[in-house]
């Protein structure tokens, strides 16, 4: 879980560069300086696309020069931090961009994955329902969130959070997979089946999601179901399936 939050923070930097936060501090530049601070933003996030992590510190540097309350450069720096393993540096930075914009949705989204990632789960969820109560619809907040929960081992929590990303956008496979695996976990089983049908529906090379949905199958005694999906898993690589195809449907 660590990895895919560390993939998505490099996916919404992109986004976060090219938007413009809801900053109320008052700039004391020209139209012309501003326009040299957007420049090295957008060469910044140039370089970080490239994997050339030094120019883009520079040139987030050179952003908050010119602006020392520029909280999308703060944003960024800290994001550079995260991906290079410099933790403490990054919290510094994602907290200088939300005390500059409380509104930074991103910056929250930031500082949350960074809070987990560190062990904090209590302290990642405050941040996603921050960012939640600013962007109801943020899907990878209301994700996150599940997964933090998850680290705790706070089933019925999850199970809310991961409905919630259900909510913002239903065709997201993973909400409805780890949904599933939380209903199994409570025994749960034909809401879990409900829920890994529909993630095999939205990604259907998924071979994990075939031998759940089998194992479930299985224990309600659809005997012919759990075989057609253990087989199903076996023909995508899944090594755990052919132990299940021998085990079960002989």
């Known amino acids: 879980m660590k990895n895919l939050n560390l993939l998505l923070i490099l996916l919404l930097l992109v986004s976060a560069c090219n938007s413009t936060p809801k900053n109320k501090a008052k700039s004391k530049l ?3 300086d501003s326009k ?3 420049q090295h ?5 140039e370089y970080i696309l490239e994997s050339d992590f030094e120019n883009g510190i520079v040139e987030y540097n050179a952003a908050i020069e010119e602006e020392p309350e520029n909280a999308k450069a703060f944003y960024g720096l800290a994001q550079i931090n995260f991906i290079q393993g410099n933790f403490d540096e990054a919290m510094v930075n994602y907290n200088k961009a939300i ?3 409380p509104e930074f949705v991103l910056a ?3 500082r949350g994955t960074l809070k987990s990632f560190q062990g904090n789960q209590k302290g990642g969820i405050a941040d996603m329902d921050a960012a939640l109560l600013r962007k109801p619809d943020f899907l990878m907040a209301a994700f996150s969130k599940a997964t933090f929960r998850i680290n705790q081992n706070d089933v019925d929590a999850s199970i809310e959070s991961l ?5 913002c956008n239903r065709r997201f496979e993973n909400s409805y997979y780890y949904r599933g695996l939380c209903y199994g976990s409570k025994k749960l089983y034909d809401s879990a089946i409900v829920d890994f049908t529909k993630a095999i529906e939205l990604n ?7 031998v759940y949905r089998g194992l479930y199958q299985y224990t309600l ?6 075989c057609v999906d253990f087989q199903t898993a076996n023909n995508l690589g899944d090594t755990a399936a052919l132990t299940y195809l021998k085990l079960y449907c002989k």
């Not at 409905?163 to 909510?167: A, D, L």
């Not at 259907?204 to 075939?210: G, I, L, V």
């Not at 005694?221 to 759990?226: C, E, L, R, S, T």
């Open 99 to 101: 005390a500059i914009n």
């Open 108 to 110: 929250l989204y930031g």
């Open 204 to 210: 259907p090379e998924r071979a994990q999601t075939y």
């Open 30 to 32: 020209s139209a012309g």
């Open 36 to 38: 040299t601070i957007n």
């Open 41 to 45: 933003l957008v060469m910044a996030n």
């Open 221 to 226: 005694g659809n005997k012919k179901g759990a």
């Open 163 to 167: 409905t919630q990303s259900v909510e």
